[in-house]
T-cell receptor
Framework: GENVEQHPSTLSVQEGDSAVIKCTYS??????FPWYKQELGKGPQLIID?????GEKKDQRIAVTLNKTAKHFSLHITETQPEDSAVYFC?????????FGAGTTVTVRA | GAGVSQSPRYKVAKRGQDVALRCDPI?????LFWYQQALGQGPEFLTY????????KSGLPSDRFFAERPEGSVSTLKIQRTQQEDSAVYLC??????????????FGPGTRLTVL
């Protein structure tokens, strides 16, 4: 099955700086890559996703890039704000079964 | 509209007890998924329904785990004879289409199960 690795496990950034989280996947057939944000006591919330026919996607301060050859994808958050502090998960799938990374705890320092 | 809801939000069970966890998906969503999230880890797939049909139960860890969705809407995840290793957050997700690879899965808040 699909195996997703996510780095780093923790990330501390100064407010206003950028944050980058990287993921690799093992199954070259995977074609859908969502990113979820999970706050304490809540379920994961989709923040952005990308499909295999697209190399980059942006939504305001959030962007995701996909390199299918290298089988890795990254999340970029610019101009970080305190409300960006949360756990972020990447995931990959070729059908309906999402395989998640272990998560990155992002802390934005004021 | 309303999102995915789950109940109870917290459940404490003594080892050996049976528990039932409920999921109300977004109205009209055809696909429903259950995931298990251990502390400090990402969610792991348990099972998938399309309407009332359970199409994939490959992630259920043992035969003590059973899920149903009899009318194609509300789903229940049942765990029999709970063990300490069953302690986790159980997440339910739903999506609007037929489980295609690009369907967005919307998650509920989860049920935190603690087995003593």
């Amino acid at each position: 099955g699909e195996n997703v690795e996510q780095h780093p496990s923790t990330l501390s950034v100064q407010e206003g700086d950028s944050a980058v989280i990287k993921c690799t996947y093992s199954d070259s057939a995977s074609n859908y890559f969502p990113w979820y944000k999970q706050e304490l006591g809540k379920g994961p919330q989709l923040i952005i996703d990308i499909r295999s026919n697209v190399g980059e996607k942006k939504d305001q301060r959030i962007a995701v890039t996909l390199n299918k050859t290298a089988k890795h994808f990254s999340l970029h958050i610019t101009e970080t704000q305190p409300e960006d502090s949360a756990v972020y998960f990447c995931a990959a799938t070729l059908d309906y079964k999402l395989s998640f990374g272990a998560g990155t705890t992002v802390t934005v320092r004021a | 509209g309303a999102g995915v809801s789950q109940s109870p939000r917290y459940k404490v069970a003594k080892r050996g007890q049976d528990v039932a966890l409920r999921c109300d998906p977004i109205s009209g969503h055809v696909s429903l998924f259950w995931y298990q999230q251990a502390l400090g880890q990402g969610p792991e797939f348990l099972t998938y329904f399309q309407n009332e049909a359970q199409l994939d139960k490959s992630g259920l860890p043992s035969d003590r785990f059973f899920a149903e969705r009899p009318e194609g809407s509300v789903s229940t995840l049942k765990i029999q004879r709970t063990q300490q290793e069953d302690s986790a957050v159980y997440l339910c997700a739903s999506s609007s289409n037929r489980g295609g690879s690009t369907d967005t899965q919307y998650f509920g808040p989860g049920t935190r199960l603690t087995v003593l």
